[in-house]
């Protein structure tokens, strides 16, 4: 049976990001890519920084949010290139950092003042 990708996908956003609870890898932008693969579901994530040491917890995460939902064949794949940045961090995240109490950072090259919380 093929996997439902659009379930699947929506499983993996939720995930929460383990040093910023209030905020998903999907906010951050570090959930690159889900897909299936013949029967295996495929999620590529990409690293804020090279060396993070959550992508470890996020991979445990995704794996385990999957598998719970029946989904018992998944590849975790870290993708470096192109390299994490803040314009993949979503408007939305943005205002959940404020919030949470932690100053957002504005995309690249935005050149505003930074508001701390």
């Given at each position: ?11 993996v ?76 961090i ?28």
């Open positions: 049976m093929v996997p439902d990708l659009g379930r699947a996908r929506d499983l956003s939720r995930v929460k990001d383990p040093e910023i609870p209030v905020l998903t890898i999907a906010d951050l932008g570090v959930l690159r890519d889900v897909r299936v693969e013949g029967r295996r579901v495929v999620v590529t994530i990409t690293p804020t920084y090279t060396g993070c040491p959550a992508m470890k917890a996020i991979e445990d995460d995704i794996q385990s949010v999957l598998r719970g939902a029946g989904f018992h064949n998944v590849e975790v794949r870290t993708q470096l290139s192109p390299a994490w940045t803040t314009d993949w979503e408007d939305r995240a943005r205002r959940k950092l404020e919030a949470y109490g932690i100053a957002p950072p504005g995309p690249i090259g935005s050149g505003g003042p930074i508001h701390c919380p």
